[in-house]
């Protein structure tokens, strides 16, 4: 579950990055008012990173206690 779970907070970074690559090369060819919804889906991606990770440190503190 551990390796799991690691992965899933890497694969959501790696998907935050490449998305906000990808919207910032599409505002960049069309413009910020024609491409500005691009970023929401690294905004999205963003905040499962963070989620994921937060859950994953709170896992581990409870484990250590328990």
Not at 11 to 20: C, E, G
Not at 27 to 32: D, E, K, T, V
Request: aromatic share 20%.
């Amino acid at each position: 579950m551990d390796k799991f779970t690691r992965l899933l907070i890497h694969f959501w970074l790696a998907v935050a990055i490449a998305t906000t690559i990808y919207a910032v090369f599409r505002i960049y060819l069309n413009g910020f008012e024609k491409e500005s919804n691009n970023l929401v889906i690294p905004v999205i991606a963003f905040v499962w990173y963070y989620f994921r990770k937060k859950m994953y440190e709170r896992m581990k503190r409870n484990q250590d206690q328990g």
